[in-house]
């Protein structure tokens, strides 16, 4: 099952984005996608080892919560385990309330919205990914002014459309280091100011209300006290800022990275809408290969990296099949690959993380060279 989300907000002075209207491409893959599961017998949603998965991410980020605050105690101990904590917060992410969160969890909602309060517990809002991510993100993938995840303000420019400054001559290099403030700026500030101010970027959202209130409100009161008040109870309030830091920073920087590898490479389109007779923007393509050019894949073979990132780096199929658990991404990137090869359509895919890495790169330096789009 794919969902076309066409239903999300425009951000105001921007007109309603329309896709082309074929859906040739997208009812091709469905079909095949189909006969995988008709065919194979699996489970799209309710998959055994997407449980077993989830016990095993909460048992380790537990347990490295509990070494630090209870058992480990020498600073060359504490700050691998801090980063080792920081890790477990982002398969938390990558893993359980990414799929969650699209309902690719489980058949039962209330199944994908308990796993999805995972991301409250480590410090997000379920309430605001929801926006962001599952509506704004994955309508207008990589359409500036539409996307928000492409949009870091003027301290980067990720797209040919963004105003360039001088200093963007050295994205390639301090973005990276930027990255790793994505979680801390998130955890102390976006969030109560995307409630605060009801928007995200440009685009209007409805503040929490009854139970997404209370959620929103718990999610913060129980993340800063499991963060700071109970560690500070028993440790100086020195050491708990510096495990913070460390397991926040971590978490940033592989976040981050993780959803640049997917969008912001030399291999994804930026496709720039076209203005319609009557007012409103077109993107040329259907919204299944508008998906497939502006997303890449990475490391497919990689089956550690495969594991940790929650499929995140078969983000094609991610996009094109957000509802079905992660799990099944890698079978279904070779049917995906076919249909591609079928329609001419180009299927980006780099071959390993470190390739991506340096594809991402380079993009951030053609970004920051004046020449590319003078303004
Ligand atoms: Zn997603």
Known sequence: MTTQPLAAPAAPGLPKLKFNGSDRFLRELRRQVDAYFERTGRRRRDC????????????????????????????????P????????????????????????????????????????????SSYLWDWKHNTIHHTYTNVDG?????????LGRLSPEQKRYPFHRLQGIYLWLLYGFLAIKWHLVDDFYNVAIGRIGGHKIPRPKGRNLFVFVAGKVIFFSLAFVIPMMLHPWWAVLGVYAVAAFVSGVVLSVVFQLAHCVEEADFPVPVQTATGGARVENEWAVHQVLTTANFARGNRVLSWFLGGLNFQVEHHLFHKICHVHYPELSKVVEQVCKEFGVRYNANKTFWGAVRSHFRWLVQMGRPEVNPS
């Not at 449980?51 to 490295?64: D, M």
């Not at 928000?148 to 303000?153: L, Q, S, T, Y």
């Open 81 to 124: 385990l801090a980063a080792v904590l920081g890790l477990s917060m982002a398969a938390i992410g990558f893993n359980i309330q990414h799929d969650a969160a699209h309902k690719a969890y489980s058949e039962r909602a209330w199944v994908n919205k308990l796993m999805a309060m995972t991301l409250d517990l480590v410090g997000g």
């Open 48 to 79: 055994a080892k997407m449980y077993f998965k989830t016990a095993t991410i909460l048992a380790w980020c537990v347990g490295a919560y509990v070494l630090l605050m209870f058992v480990v105690t020498s600073w060359w101990l504490v700050l």
């Open 146 to 154: 539409y996307d928000d995840d492409i949009n870091i303000g003027f």
